[in-house]
Structures are given as structure tokens and as C-alpha cells.
């Protein structure tokens, strides 16, 4: 029956809650609107150390310093999530420093909790006769966690920095593969556009509007609209289905100097010319778009 129960993930489960209910897990972040925070891959973390029977000072090395540790891994760095488990703030008025001194505070309250079984709260303010932590040593003891490079204010979202992405154990392998993958793709796309660029250079003086059109299908298309009036007033020339439309511009338009165009206009995007006949195409119509792009 021991063996059966041991075997179980539930076991891990079972003894992790305590251990969790130490370490004060949540899934939010205490404090002013008590913001969700992704912590449950440092809970599963636990469980799992609990089913694989991880041997203590391991366990307790990959919490307290896992992201510190030299070629750490993955898993090591979810395990010091222990130490992000504090409650946080970002409410107005809160002061930096002061919570940093709290954030540190509460990681030496709890890891004297935890791992050495002392309630070290009353050395925060003085020695105290019935506490074998002096105030001296409970701050020689903060030193350890007053170099973190979380910010004082979480800023009242979810997930504050610094995080680490979890990819689910199914995607790790193509995840690490990635990076490397990456650069190498990049030096092609690099590549590729320094053995385009003269070409693109000759090319560029001739890439006009007029030639722009001469290139145009001679099919007669749904919607042509070279936005190049630009003669002062707010009226936008374009061709429907071959037949010439006007449309008005808001007086918010404004002309100015084009780069291939003759000109081009900007507006907001609350008043925008629409043509709304123009453009529904189903998911099985095959349809062209072109335009010029200033970027």
C-alpha cells in the first residue's frame, strides 16, 4: 500500500501543498488589485521534486539559487521561483525603496521560516531575548536578497519582469533548436537584400505612378485609387469597377510631398475614406492587392 501510494503523482501533490503554503504561493500578486500571476510552473516544479524523491539539498540549492547557478537549466531557473513568490505592489504613492527593503524582508522572514525554522520577524526591528537571530545577523542574512533585479513596482501587470518563457515539455526540444535556427535565417534574409540592393537602387528613379499604371493587369480591376490629387481641395479620384468615383475628404485630410507619388494624403483613423461595395470577397475567391508603402 506505502509503495502504491508512493508510486502515485498524488503524492506529490499531497506534499507540495504544504510545502507551497511555506513557500506563500499564489496565483496573484497580493497586493492593491491582487493582479493573476503565472506562477504554476514553479508549483508543478514542486510537485514533481516531491514524485522524483529530489534529494533536499538539491531541492533546496534550485530554489534558493537556481537562476544564479553556472549552466543552469531550465527547470532551475522555475525552481527559484521561490524567491518571486512575494506579494508586490504598483500602487500610486508607494515608495521604491521602501519596498524594495520589504520585498528583501520578506525573502529572509521566509527563508528562515522555511529552512531554518525560525521566526526571525522580531530581529527585523531589534535582538530579541527569546530569538536566536540577532538583528545584526538577520540583516548580514538580507544582504543575499537585496541584489534582485525586480523592479519595486510590478507595474500592475501580469507576469512581471524578469521572466522566463515555459514551453511545454513537448516543445522544448524544437524551442532550444530555434535560436540557432533563427541567426542562420537571418543571414540569409541579410544576405539576399545586400545582393538586391544595386538593383534596387537602378530601379528606383523609373518607379513612378505613370509607370506604376502602365504595369497594372488589363483586366479592369475592382478598385483603383492612386490617393495623388493632391490639388488643394478634399476630393480623392478613383476608379470602381472602371466607372470614376469621387470621394469626399474629411477637412482633417492633409496633403503632402510624395516619395513615388506625386503626392499622398494623411488623415485620422476615425475619418477614413470608404468604399464599402469594394472588397468582400469570399474565402474562396482568389484577389490581388497592390500598393506603394512608405515605410
Known sequence: MVDRFLASPHWGEHRARYWLDAARYADSNGIHIDNYREMWAYRDWVINAFNQNERFDQFSIDQLAGDLLPNRTLEQQIASGFNRC???????????????????????????????????????????????????????????????????????????????????????????????????????????RDEAKDSFEAWLPGATAEAFSRQMPADEPELRALLADGDGGYDLKVSVAGTERCLPLKTNAAWQEGVVAARAFTTSSKMTPEIPEVGDFESDQLFTFAAWIRL
Open 86 to 192: 512575494n506579494i508586490t505592489t504598483s500602487e500610486g504613492g508607494a515608495i521604491d525603496d521602501e519596498y524594495y527593503v520589504l520585498y528583501t524582508r520578506d525573502r529572509t522572514e521566509t527563508t528562515s521560516q522555511v529552512w531554518l525554522g525560525l521566526t526571525a520577524g522580531c530581529a527585523v526591528c531589534h535582538d530579541h531575548k527569546y530569538d536566536r537571530l540577532s538583528q545584526k545577523e538577520f540583516y548580514s542574512m538580507s544582504a543575499f536578497f537585496n541584489n534582485t533585479t525586480q523592479k519595486a513596482m510590478d507595474g500592475n501587470v501580469k507576469d512581471t519582469p524578469p521572466v522566463v518563457v515555459v514551453p511545454v515539455k513537448s516543445d522544448r526540444t524544437r524551442w532550444d533548436a530555434l535560436p540557432a535556427q533563427k541567426k542562420s535565417a537571418k543571414k540569409k534574409v541579410d544576405h539576399r
